[in-house]
């Protein structure tokens, strides 16, 4: 499957974005991650494919929503009240398996990754 990220750019403290991903075909569990430099790649958000089932980091619950439009194979990352330290290239990632146990928090979990795109918050 190829995933297509986008909605990044610049925005001030408080503001907000919206991120997509477009998958080229559907029934995956989809997951959203971002790295900044020098840092490891970070879990933010995790949803099942039925859209039954949702998860996000500690750092950003209650501030950012992941969902999905399984009749568009998309899925979005809504943030609001953004801060400089949520400044990273975000990834959208599939995993074939939706079911068992996994570790939805390890990017090792996903089967694929999309090419990333930048968000930058200025302070």
């Known amino acids: 499957v190829q995933l297509q990220a986008s909605g990044g750019g610049l925005v001030r403290t408080g503001d907000s974005l919206r991120l997509s991903c477009a998958a080229s075909?559907?029934?995956?569990?989809m997951g959203w991650f971002r790295q900044a430099p020098g840092r490891q790649r970070e879990f933010v958000a995790h949803?099942?494919?039925?859209?039954?089932?949702?998860y996000h980091s500690h750092s950003v619950r209650g501030r950012f929503t992941i969902s999905r439009d399984n009749a568009k194979n998309a899925v979005d990352l809504q943030m609001n009240s953004l801060k400089p330290e949520d400044t990273a290239v975000y990834y959208c990632?599939?995993?074939?398996?939706?079911?068992?146990?996994?570790?939805?928090?390890?990017?090792?979990?996903?089967?694929?990754w999309g090419q990333g795109t930048q968000v930058t918050v200025s302070s």
């Open positions: 990632a599939a995993r074939r398996n939706d079911g068992g146990t996994f570790d939805y928090t390890e990017p090792g979990s996903y089967d694929y």
């Open positions: 949803i099942t494919w039925s859209g039954k089932n949702r």
């Open positions: 075909e559907g029934r995956y569990a």
